[in-house]
């Protein structure tokens, strides 16, 4: 969230007040996505830079971090330490020693006069939260062979009505949709005289959705195996691009007004979209836009971005939208 | 973008690390944040004062080291590290580049007390 936002804030769903705290489902069990890109396990070897004074010489050591030791290194490269769990294990140039700070009990049992102070490896993602959350969405869709999208625009795109419409075409196709605003039940109003099942959810001061507002929307909504699933985010052409909530793919909606330089100046919302589309094509000619200009900087934030233009409103284009959806929808059956 | 999130989302491993390794203070805690990741980093400086109060990392000193941007050349197939997002390819001139890493926004480590 931004920082006006204040994640503090309750968020409703349907009406139902939750905390934030719960809402995040602090208390439940969660992988922990611990990211070892770099080669090392628990039991890594840390680099340090702790300069010795070897008598008149300084020497240093290449280094990732800084700690104390509270003890003096008398050198020749053998470390008296107070602390005998500590064990260096110097290889000439190569200086890798085990950290058996890590995990030699709890900084509780203290000792007198001795530093607790420990370095810990974390190496954690600060969205892993989310990302094992959408995993466990992903995977519950998966197993029903539920095709979820994430629309994600800014406010006044269209998103509401090409869902409405899109619904309309899909005729008896099981669906439902998740719908997220700041405030208000409007647009769940809107879905739900099409026929269709719709929820909402008000994030309060909230600018995105996360994973899990949308696996407690798909434990209410139950969606039917093999239906779709529409998720649409927050109007926010920021902040929905980095909460992933466990869809098939992202669907960034522009309309035609908006103005063709939108993807240079929101890159990283389609970069994560498998596809834009482009909306209300039919205004076009009254609003000097140039359609390629805007494909043209689409493909330049992402080069494999699918793209397809229509108009919600006339229904232009809506018949390759529906075969890309149809397609997907096989897909995740697969 | 969202620092505050960030920032709970920080406060929430920190809380797990604490009760995992047993420590109750925090003195540094360093942050891997790509290039392309979006981090406003001022702004998550403030959210972390803010968020951190009343949990082990209340005034610890939050350090954020930069790592580089990656992209992928749609028009030389190479992996290339760019400056800026929109930064044409430096080894082709081609402009169509698909990131292929610095959106990382990670703890790298702690020192705990």
């Known amino acids: 969230m931004c920082t006006v936002c204040g994640c503090g804030d309750?968020?409703?769903?349907?009406?139902?007040?939750?905390?934030?705290?719960?809402?995040?489902?602090?208390?439940?069990?969660?992988?922990?996505?611990?990211?070892?890109?770099?080669?090392?396990?628990?039991?890594?070897?840390?680099?340090?830079?702790?300069?010795?004074?070897?008598?008149?010489?300084?020497?240093?050591?290449?280094?990732?971090?800084?700690?104390?030791?509270?003890?003096?290194?008398?050198?020749?490269?053998?470390?008296?330490?107070?602390?005998?769990?500590?064990?260096?294990?110097h290889g000439g140039d190569d200086h890798h020693h085990d950290h058996h700070h890590y995990g030699t009990g709890p900084a509780g049992v203290s000792v007198p006069g001795m530093?607790?102070?420990?370095?810990?490896?974390?190496?954690?993602?600060?969205?892993?939260?989310?990302?094992?959350?959408?995993?466990?969405?992903?995977?519950v869709l998966r197993a029903l062979g539920v095709l979820a999208l994430n629309l994600v625009s800014s406010p006044g795109s269209g998103k509401t009505t090409l869902l409405c419409r899109t619904i309309q075409a899909l005729g008896e196709a099981p669906l439902a949709v998740i719908e997220g605003d700041q405030q208000t039940s409007a647009d769940a109003d809107r879905i739900r005289a099409t026929g269709a099942r719709a929820i909402q959810i008000n994030t309060g001061k909230g600018c995105h959705l996360d994973a899990a507002m949308?696996?407690?929307?798909?434990?209410?909504?139950?969606?039917?195996?093999?239906?779709?699933?529409?998720?649409?985010n927050v109007g926010?052409?920021?902040?929905?691009?980095?909460?992933?909530?466990?869809?098939?793919?992202?669907?960034?909606?522009?309309?035609?007004?908006?103005?063709?330089?939108?993807?240079?100046?929101?890159?990283?919302?389609?970069?994560?979209?498998?596809?834009?589309?482009?909306?209300?094509?039919?205004?076009?000619?009254?609003?000097?836009?140039?359609?390629?200009?805007?494909?043209?900087?689409l493909r330049r934030v992402n080069p494999g971005i699918e793209i397809l233009r229509l108009s919600a409103r006339t229904g232009e284009g809506m018949g390759a939208w529906l075969e890309w959806l149809r397609a997907r929808l096989a897909e995740a059956q697969a | 973008m969202h620092e505050m999130s960030l920032a709970e989302g920080i406060r929430s491993i920190v809380e797990d690390q604490a009760r995992t390794h047993g420590f109750s203070r925090v003195r540094v805690l360093r942050l891997e944040i790509g290039r392309?990741?979006?981090?406003e980093k001022p702004a998550l400086d403030f959210a972390f004062d803010v968020v951190m109060r009343g949990s082990p990392a209340e005034g610890a000193r939050l350090e954020m080291i930069d790592l580089p941007g990656q992209a992928l050349c749609y028009d030389c197939a190479r992996t290339?590290?760019?400056?800026?997002?929109?930064?044409?390819?430096?080894?082709?001139?081609?402009?169509?580049?698909?990131?292929?890493?610095?959106?990382?926004?990670?703890?790298?480590?702690?020192?705990?007390?």
């Open chain 1, 115 to 139: 530093s607790q102070e420990r370095l810990i490896a974390v190496e954690t993602s600060i969205l892993a939260k989310n990302d094992a959350l959408a995993a466990g969405n992903r995977r």
């Open chain 2, 80 to 113: 290339v590290e760019i400056a800026d997002r929109l930064d044409p390819c430096p080894l082709c001139g081609g402009g169509r580049l698909i990131p292929q890493g610095g959106d990382e926004m990670r703890i790298k480590d702690m020192e705990v007390l």
């Open chain 1, 10 to 89: 309750k968020v409703t769903v349907d009406g139902k007040e939750i905390s934030h705290d719960e809402a995040h489902r602090l208390g439940l069990a969660h992988d922990h996505h611990h990211d070892h890109a770099q080669g090392h396990s628990h039991h890594h070897h840390h680099s340090h830079s702790h300069s010795h004074r070897h008598g008149d010489l300084v020497h240093e050591h290449p280094h990732d971090h800084h700690h104390d030791h509270g003890h003096d290194h008398a050198h020749g490269h053998s470390h008296d330490h107070g602390d005998a769990d500590h064990a260096h294990a």
């Open chain 2, 36 to 39: 392309f990741a979006g981090v």
């Open chain 1, 236 to 297: 926010n052409l920021v902040c929905p691009a980095a909460f992933d909530l466990g869809e098939a793919a992202k669907v960034a909606i522009l309309s035609v007004t908006e103005g063709e330089d939108k993807p240079l100046k929101y890159p990283d919302m389609f970069t994560a979209a498998r596809l834009a589309i482009l909306n209300k094509t039919d205004l076009a000619p009254h609003c000097d836009v140039d359609l390629g200009l805007y494909e043209a900087n």
């Open chain 1, 214 to 232: 949308v696996g407690r929307a798909i434990d209410d909504l139950r969606p039917r195996p093999g239906s779709y699933l529409f998720i649409e």
